[in-house]
T-cell receptor, first 110, second 113 residues
Framework: GQSLEQPSEVTAVEGAIVQINCTYQ??????LSWYQQHDGGAPTFLSY??LDGLEETGRFSSFLSRSDSYGYLLLQELQMKDSASYFC???????????WGAGTKLIIKP | DTGVSQNPRHKITKRGQNVTFRCDPISEHNRLYWYRQTLGQGPEFLTY????????KSRLLSDRFSAERPKGSFSTLEIQRTEQGDSAMYLCASDGSSRNEQFFGPGTRLTVL
C-alpha cells in the first residue's frame, strides 16, 4: 500500500523555526511536494524535491533523503499568517498522480 | 488568467440525486486532476486527464463517479445516486509545466442530506 506519515499538529512561537517531517512508503517514487492549506482555502504549492538535499525558497526550505524515504519542511521566522495545514505529497514514478499525507496543522502562538 | 475556477462552490442535495460539478483549468495547462477532501484529511486522488484523455482513475472510485474533459479544456465530474458518504470538498487542479506544481481551484463543497 501507499502511506505518508506526518505529525497531526505542531505548535510554535511567532518568530521561531519549525520543522515538519514526512516519511513515506510508496510503490515507486519520483518526487516529494509540500502544499499549504489555510482553513476554508485550497492547497497552494510550496516546494518540490526530486533529488536528495535542501531546496530553499525564502523563509521556507524543503529537504529530501530518498534512501531514508524521508523529507521535511522547514519554516523560519514564523509569522501568524503561517498558521495553516501543511501536506506532503508523493509523486509516483510513471504518472502525475499525487498521494497525500493527512496533513500537519501548524499552530503559531504570539 | 485568473486561475482554476470551479462551479458551483456549494451544492446541497438529497441522497439518491445526481450532481455535476465543473472545473475550468488554467488555459494553457494540459493536465487536470480531481480530488476529494474530507475534514482533517489530505486530498484523495480521484482521476486525472492529459488533454481530453482520462489517464488514471482511482480504484477507490465507484462506478457512480464519472468525469469528462471533452475538448481538453474544462472538465465535469458527475456523481450518480449520491450517498451521505459522498459529502466532501471536491477539488480540481491543473498543471502544465515540468515544475510539478499543481494549481488548485477553490473547490465545490458537496453536502448530501
Amino acid at each position: 500500500g501507499q502511506s505518508l506519515e506526518q505529525p497531526s499538529e505542531v505548535t510554535a512561537v511567532e518568530g521561531a523555526i519549525v520543522q515538519i517531517n514526512c516519511t513515506y512508503q510508496t510503490s515507486g517514487f519520483y518526487g516529494l511536494s509540500w502544499y499549504q492549506q489555510h482553513d476554508g482555502g485550497a492547497p497552494t504549492f510550496l516546494s518540490y524535491n526530486a533529488l536528495d538535499g535542501l531546496e530553499e525558497t525564502g523563509r521556507f526550505s524543503s529537504f529530501l533523503s530518498r534512501s531514508d524515504s524521508y523529507g521535511y519542511l522547514l519554516l523560519q521566522e514564523l509569522q501568524m499568517k503561517d498558521s495553516a495545514s501543511y501536506f506532503c505529497a508523493v509523486r509516483i514514478e510513471g504518472n502525475y498522480q499525487l498521494i497525500w499525507g493527512a496533513g500537519t496543522k501548524l499552530i503559531i502562538k504570539p | 488568467d485568473t486561475g482554476v475556477s470551479q462551479n458551483p462552490r456549494h451544492k446541497i442535495t438529497k441522497r439518491g440525486q445526481n450532481v455535476t460539478f465543473r472545473c475550468d483549468p488554467i488555459s494553457e495547462h494540459n493536465r487536470l486532476y480531481w480530488y476529494r477532501q474530507t475534514l482533517g484529511q489530505g486530498p484523495e486522488f480521484l482521476t486525472y486527464f492529459q488533454n481530453e484523455a482520462q489517464l488514471e482513475k482511482s480504484r477507490l472510485l465507484s462506478d457512480r463517479f464519472s468525469a469528462e474533459r471533452p475538448k481538453g479544456s474544462f472538465s465535469t465530474l458527475e456523481i450518480q445516486r449520491t450517498e451521505q458518504g459522498d459529502s466532501a470538498m471536491y477539488l480540481c487542479a491543473s498543471d502544465g509545466s515540468s515544475r510539478n506544481e499543481q494549481f488548485f481551484g477553490p473547490g465545490t463543497r458537496l453536502t448530501v442530506l
